[in-house]
């Protein structure tokens, strides 16, 4: 047994360089680079204590990016956790075309978002189909990308029906483990179907909302393709999320040591907004 | 023997992962064989210019037997290559598309000891030579730059461009064009075009802040004591132009591509481009008639002026394995037949002079006539401006015509990137 246990040891080296030089590396390396002044491509550069950090206090721009990464981060969440359980509630049901229904619900999720973006984008653009169509109801062309507002509020909507199938599978497992018989005592009892929603349905998907909302919440704090894709962070800085400022900020404005700073206050965003939701939704599987 | 198994397995997965994620690109051949040469260029694929780099490589091959010369571009390039820079691998010839002392001087080659050298045409070698007397790019022509125009939409306008020496007179001819149901100015704006707002501010920013013998700032800007309050003109003048509807009706989601296009068209008047825009106009309407006049200066008491600049430029990185034969295919570059073919697609001047040099300026020949003897400045930003507030010039522009931005908010992204790109 000892044996086999060290042999299955060996077999995680791979795993564990890979590991070691794409994430443990860049990430002290992106460390230390917060400290510096590197415009990203000289070989020169200086160490210039926590001036980077005192700039990201006071930059209005890093503001508006990380408003809006809780945005997409929360905002896609929200959505996606009220759509997901109602297609997930809808396709537990017994009908025909349900398994078709699934895969085309899911789909999007399996497309790269960058090519999502891409396709969306020119469905809004001012000579796009939705212009077409707003056009042929009466009404007049709109920018719907030329505004924060309306920006935002795209690149949200796309990310909640992209990645919506998500919420949907989790949910669907999570109802289909539910045991029949709990619906059953319980409609022998008299209760209605709400009551039965709210009493039996959503204690035992406890654990599944943990899941779909935390799988969520990361990928919308983290959302960059979209948001490249459609407007590449603008007009000016207005639909910029953390990450694509980071991207912004580095590459078009040279300052890889300020988006390396960027890039730590995104880090920690993300692990404070995980651990408080990991403490919010403490594990209370109802057990009977 | 399980145990060997297993660990010798363990091995070869953890090397092949290493090994297999590699690229040989830049690295040396292992024994002598066919050399094989990558050149980088900005312009895409499909322009003109992109075309002529292949020719040209293609006429090296044919003569050249164990030799392949590979042009190349970069969907992103200027982020690209610095991504390769901080690696210190980059392609045996790479353009440097304006930044050839300022930002890629680090990595590449001198070139004064070519026997082209000094052939360079005397109006493009300051911008191209450092501090220290060194030249590192040939420069196959070079941007005379004005206002270029679709001169079938002025004359419909009944606008003579010859006329325009201010911008009041520029705008009292947008206001012409505009009242005959046309575009006076495509500004593109997308924000994933936003070069082509930071390029109206190329444009604009001289007439007001250094062509100006009288009163400028181009002291000021180079040793960092500019007042950034005095952007605000140049900053407010494209709102105007908004406000005034002297621009595309879509002016934050307008693309490169919509430029060409519509100058081609005949649905614009103006574009605040190189004669490349022409390139692209004549693409979508090749029997259109274009040209070009110089910027219109902000006051009475100043001249119009052109933007001089690099255009096609090609260097060899320093650290080249194949360094000697990249020299040898950019002396083949220098070639008048090849240094003209360029030129003449970009619709510019040569960047090499002397017996040979010369390029078909076409439709173009009386416009650049009417400029000779016109002042001439460089890219706004490339010298009055560290490298790196490109980027602010095309954010805060976009942020303003969107209204995502004030023009306070503006003028204070562009005094703190100034400051932090000069290390204060």
Redo the contacts between chains.
Sequence with gaps: ME?TY??TD??Y??AL??FAVFVIFPFFEGIRISFT?W?????KFSYVGFSNFK?LAL???VRIAFTNTLIYGFGSTFFQQILGLSYALLLNMKFASRMVARTIIYLPVLISAVIMGYMWYYLV???GALNEIVVALGGS?Q?W????VSAVGTITTINVLQFVGVSMIIYLAGLQGIPGMYYEAAEIDGAGAWQRFVHITVPMLYPAFVTSITVNLIGGLKLFDAIMAL?????????HSLATLIN?TY?????AG?AAAIGLLLFVSILVFTVLLQLVFKKREVQY | M??MA??V??GF??AA??FASGSSEGTAPAKKGPVSITVAINPPPTEGSFKVMEEIAKAYNDSHPGVTVQVVNYA?Y??T???K??A?DLPDLFATHGWSVM?YS?YLTPLNDQSWFSKINPTIKPVITDKNGKVFVLPFDMDVAGVAFNADVLKAAGVDYKTIKTWDDFKAACAKVKAIGKIPVHIGG???D?WTVGNFYDWTAPSYLITNDKANFRSQLKDGTFDWNNWAPVAKMLVDFRDAGYLN??Y???TWEDVGKKLGAGDVAFALYGNYVIGEAKRFNPAGHFGFMPVPAASKDDTPTLITGERITLGVWKDSPVKAEALKFLEFCAQPENVNKMATINGNPTGLVGPGYSSDLGDLAPYFKYVEGVRGFGYFDREYLP???W??M???G????????TLD?AIA?MR??YN??R?K
């Excluded at chain 2, 976009?398 to 931005?405: A, D, I, R």
Aim: with cysteine.
């Design positions: 044996k060290r042999r060996v077999m080296l791979p360089f890979l002044n415009n990203g491509f000289s070989q700039r930059d209005e721009n653009q001012y000579d062309k920018m990308l030329g505004s924060r407007t590449g962070g603008g007009p000016g800085y207005a639909s912004s590459f078009g404005s040279q300052m300020y | 399980k145990r297993f660990l397995a363990a997965l953890s992962l290493v992103r200027e982020d290559m610095k991504t820079m901080a210190n930002r680090e997308n924000p994933k936003d009706p879509d934050t989601q307008g490298s790196g507030m980027d602010s095309c954010k805060t976009t942020g303003l015509l969107s209204n995502t931005m908010q992204k703190n990137d932090s790109l290390g």
